[in-house]
């Protein structure tokens, strides 16, 4: 299955921080107040879904004060003005399952996890439209830095949420130790691995699971489970699980689970280009002709992932087949717990080797208007529901009192999905991020 050929001609592309956003003059009488922006004149998505036409959004020092209409809305005579007219702008993204660090091209390794490496990934993911991210696995102190970092003026890449090591113990015991560990570092969410990898691994035991769960709430965390199948979605739920990680990938999901989880308001993310980037690869993708996705990618990586003889590995490979047929299940089921009132968060399981930070991001976005959603309900997902779903209270939508984390996009995605990619400028905490030369 290849994914289907982006067609960009059909939208506008503008790359990020070129042209478009500009600052009126203020005039010489009065003079500007740092920190104090003015942007006027755009269509702003507030949430993914609610419209304010030709508004007006006043930023003080990295936070909105006011949003609204232009009649109703006064632009203090010192702000800087940014002229949107004729742009939308919509909340950045917010990917609620990433990874960051322990990769740089093909290459993995806990070693390549330094400061470095995650600015240069933070800032990638922020060029392709996503300025949170939460890491949910194998992150340490540096990340932990760097989240306790972001909150100053100015930022200049993605925000960071970090889940620190994966936990896998083997006893209840074991399980109530590394959860202590965990919150003693001061993780955001506790991941857990409970599937059995296809069959190659020793699947987490109930009673293991249920003790990192209630060791978790003990500390105030919530907890985030790798999964694949249906039977074990469920017993997570019943467990008192906070967010599934994946999709249900083995079977069409039921209404028991979509009951469940809509009572105990659990929600999941579909991590779609997951599964495609276990297969993608067993011949020439697509996208590797797009110039949104070339202008942010070293040539020689595609040069390894376009080789012969890997794409044969690919091709002959049990587990990238049997995901490959997964990604169908994955796909029905996101429009099944969607239609059912399950709420979904938007993440993508990057950051591993071959799947690109941000661009496959906007890939998910089209994805999962593939498997039946609205242009609305995938922003929704990517913005309102994943800050809701992660509890991360100032991001998300376009409000007062929130950080002024915005992408301002020279076509209006509720028309196309794909116009999330007419990408002008992105703006973190209300200052745009540089260009890359």
């Not at 949420?161 to 209840?172: C, D, E, M, Q």
């Amino acid at each position: 299955m290849k994914l289907r050929r982006t067609n960009l001609a059909a939208i506008t592309f503008i790359a990020l921080g070129f042209g478009g956003c500009t600052s009126e003059p203020s005039g010489s009488v009065t003079p500007t107040t740092p920190g104090l922006k003015a942007f006027i004149g755009a269509r702003i998505i507030i949430d993914g879904s609610r419209v304010v036409e030709s508004g007006v959004i006043i930023v003080q020092d990295g936070r909105i004060t006011e949003v609204g209409e232009a009649e109703t809305v006064t632009v203090p005579a010192d702000a800087e003005r940014v002229d949107l007219a004729g742009r939308v702008v919509v909340p950045g993204f917010i990917n609620t399952h990433g990874h960051v660090g322990a990769t740089r091209g093909l290459e993995s390794s806990q070693d390549l996890y330094t400061r470095d490496n995650l600015l240069r990934q933070l800032d990638l993911y922020a060029r392709y439209g996503v300025t949170t991210v939460f890491s949910l696995g194998n992150d340490d102190k540096i990340g932990l830095d760097l989240r306790d970092e972001q909150n100053a003026n100015p930022l200049s890449r993605a925000r960071l949420f970090v889940a620190g090591p994966v936990l896998n113990p083997s006893t209840p015991e074991e399980a109530r130790i590394a959860v202590d560990e965990v919150a003693n570092m001061g993780v955001d969410i506790v991941k857990i691995r409970v599937d059995d990898n296809l069959g190659s691994t020793t699947k987490m035991p109930e009673a293991v699971y249920r003790a990192v769960i209630d060791q978790a709430h003990e500390h105030g965390l919530r907890v985030a489970a790798h999964l694949f199948y249906l039977d074990d979605a469920k017993a997570l739920v019943k467990a008192g699980v906070d967010f599934l990680a994946h999709s249900i990938r083995d079977v069409d999901v039921d209404q028991e689970l979509i009951d469940l989880m809509v009572e105990q308001n659990i929600c999941l993310t579909p991590t779609l280009l997951r599964e495609v980037s276990t297969f993608v690869y067993e011949s020439r993708p697509n996208f590797f002709d797009d110039p949104f996705f070339l202008q942010h990618v070293d040539p020689d990586v595609l040069t390894q992932l376009e080789d012969p003889e890997r794409q044969v590995q690919v091709q002959n490979s049990s587990s990238a087949q049997q995901y490959k047929a997964a990604l169908d299940i994955a796909m029905r089921n996101v429009k099944a717990l969607a239609d059912g009132g399950v709420r979904i968060a938007f993440g993508t399981d990057t950051g591993p080797v071959g799947r690109f930070q941000g661009y496959f991001e906007q890939l998910e976005l089209e994805r999962m208007v593939d498997a039946g959603l609205t242009a609305e309900q995938v922003l929704v997902t990517a913005t309102r529901d994943a800050a809701a779903c992660m509890q991360t209270e100032d991001v998300g939508t376009l409000e007062a009192g929130k950080w002024a984390d915005l992408l301002v996009l020279s076509a209006d995605p509720l028309d196309d999905i794909l116009n999330t990619r007419a990408i002008e400028s992105v703006w973190i905490a209300g200052n745009q991020i540089p260009t890359l030369n």
